[in-house]
């Protein structure tokens, strides 16, 4: 499909709600902000609208932004049992990746699972989420797979995470407290690691805690892959991936407290020698 037919698909649907509403252009202009003229563009199909312009559009309209673009919300397996959560991420990974590997940027509180040992990923679950030994096996096998598709399809990593919540972790504060000391720093040295021996593979961005909830459902987790030159993300529409990579940009540069390598890297040797 063109840029040009999926503008149009855009506009038939905002035309169809509208109608359903039984609202005019004219009144979606008054209630959005959004010029009268900018309006007939956008639903003729010759303007293609920024995110906030949609966004505006979709909640006057009582849209979703997955209805209005056709975005697919279930791209892979969806497994009900919260314990087999990691296999959503495994098959996820192993389709979007595609053969030849890819790129991926990681937005959450702490350090990713690719980050973790089977030691410390089995007392997580036994110790701080407290699966039962009948689940924890089938939750382990997931984990295992998942790193398996990391190992041999990931080419290069960003992770934005939490200062402070990085800090609990390592200084084992609740409820990082049931967790052994030796896989938290067996951890961490091995993050330090890979900083200091993958400069163009793996990169560590830390920021406040309160720019994180402000921006998590913008940028939910790991939803976001490079492959080769071609962008496989679940909200494929342009302009919401360009708004994706400009709140990247703003964790990376302007919201980070800790964000050059140097500087994260001292962050977490300074934190290691603290608690060894």
């Keep these: 499909m063109t840029k040009r037919e999926k503008n ?3 506009g038939k649907k905002i035309r169809d709600n509208l109608s359903a509403l039984g609202l005019s252009v004219k009144d979606l202009s008054g209630r959005t902000g959004i010029e009268l003229q900018t309006l007939y563009s956008i639903l003729n199909g010759h303007h293609q609208a920024s995110v906030d312009k949609l966004e505006s559009i979709c909640r006057e309209l ?7 673009l056709d975005m697919e919300v279930n791209t892979f397996p969806h497994y009900a049992r919260k314990y087999e959560e990691s296999l959503n991420y495994a098959s996820f990974e192993d389709i ?5 590997g890819g790129e991926r940027i990681s ?9 973790q040992s089977e030691a410390l ?8 989420y407290r699966y039962p030994e009948n689940k924890l096996e089938r939750s382990l096998d997931a984990f295992r797979k998942r790193q398996e598709i990391i190992k041999t399809k990931e080419k290069r990593r960003l992770e934005i995470v939490v200062e402070s919540e990085v800090i609990d972790f390592i200084h084992q504060r609740k409820p990082f407290d049931l967790l052994s000391k030796d896989l938290i720093i067996e951890t961490i040295e091995n993050v330090v690691h890979r ?8 990169e560590v961005v830390l920021i406040p805690r309160q720019f994180f909830l402000v921006n998590y459902e913008i940028i939910n987790r790991e939803v ?3 492959d080769l030159g071609t962008v496989f993300f679940r909200q494929t529409h342009e302009n919401i991936l360009n708004h994706f990579l400009k709140e990247v940009e703003d964790f990376k540069f302007r919201l980070a407290s800790i964000s050059t390598r140097e500087e994260v890297i001292r ?6 020698n603290a608690i060894k």
Excluded: C, Q, Y
């Design 121 to 128: 990923r089995s007392e997580f679950l036994k110790k701080v």
């Design 195 to 202: 900083l200091d021996t993958e400069p163009l593979n793996f």
């Design 224 to 226: 976001i892959l490079f």
């Design 107 to 115: 937005v959450s509180r702490n350090l990713s699972v690719a980050n």
């Design 267 to 272: 962050f977490f040797k300074d934190h290691l």
């Design 8 to 10: 149009n698909k855009i």
């Design 62 to 68: 009582h849209m979703s932004m997955d209805a209005l």
């Design 96 to 100: 979007w990746f595609g053969p030849n």
